[in-house]
């Protein structure tokens, strides 16, 4: 700090606070090391308590699946407040549709407990993420998408031989593609919906509407788990249970396990 730093400072509390920042979609270990290599030089208290997720002496959300375990305890409760409990479903497996790549924390590691939890029980039938997106009604191969989480690739890298006759995989350095990437939240079929990452914002007041894609303006999926932080604004989130229905877990309950974790560690 120097004195034309203190000349813009609003000093509110007139005292020393104790901050600490914890990660996000696309920080990586690297990031998190030389956030708090910065807050050693700048001379912070607590330095090391500065970020959390450190990946040597701290809880790595991605390695550790901190917050999809959290989003994951709340999904199985609401499907089975919604009459879908995967582990009792003898027709047809349970389908779910999710934003955010396998590469991702809360997605990659979503997909790795669906198929502990559930297995067979249950169908991914589209993830989209920034490169594209893969869809199949009778659901994408479990083991395939296992493998680009455990190599940290996008969906683009999905092997394109095991995609079924139902399914296309979208890239997103097409038009179509794009569009395809940007609209599959809103248009694909599923009995769930789970943001796992994803643009704060991408549901909103101009477009809620275009989530009900069914017939008769039903919605595509009638249940959401926010694994995504904003990713509905308050009122498209009001809407959509106002005029369709929607069961919505937010937010702020579904993904806090992560946010815990980071406090616990600090």
């Known amino acids: 700090e120097n004195e034309e730093t203190k000349a813009l400072r609003k000093d509110f509390l007139r005292k020393q ?3 600490y920042l914890g990660p996000d979609e696309q920080v990586v270990p690297a990031d998190i090391d030389w956030i708090v290599d910065r807050a050693h030089r700048r001379g912070l208290a607590a330095p090391s308590a500065f ?5 040597r002496n701290g809880i790595n959300h991605k390695e550790f699946g901190v917050t999809s375990e959290g989003v994951f305890v709340f999904l199985d409760e609401a499907l089975c407040k919604n009459g879908l409990n995967p582990r009792e479903q003898s027709k047809r497996p349970v389908t779910i549709k999710l934003t955010g790549g396998p590469d991702g924390d809360v997605a990659g590691n979503m997909i790795r407990i669906l198929n502990r939890e559930y297995g067979n029980k249950i169908r991914v039938v589209a993830i989209a ?3 594209g997106c893969a869809e199949d009604p009778n659901g994408l191969d479990l083991n395939e998408l296992i493998r680009l989480a455990d190599e940290s690739l996008p969906i683009s890298h999905y092997n394109k031989a095991m995609i079924g ?3 296309i995989l979208h890239d997103c350095s097409t038009e179509e593609g794009m569009r395809a990437r940007n609209s599959m939240h809103f248009r694909v079929k599923a009995d769930v919906f789970v943001p796992a990452g994803g643009r704060p914002g991408t549901i909103n007041k101009d477009n809620w509407k275009e989530y009900l894609s069914g017939p008769g303006n039903t919605p595509s999926s009638n249940l959401i788990v926010e694994g995504a ?3 509905i604004t308050p009122e498209a989130r009001q809407s959509l249970y ?4 929607v069961t919505i877990v937010k937010d702020s309950s579904a993904n806090k396990c992560g946010v815990i974790c980071s406090s616990y560690e600090v």
């Open 129 to 131: 993420d920034g490169t």
């Open 229 to 231: 932080n904003l990713f």
């Open 165 to 167: 006759k139902a399914g």
């Open 17 to 19: 606070e104790l901050l």
């Open 242 to 245: 106002d005029e369709a229905g």
């Open 51 to 55: 970020m959390s997720s450190k990946p």
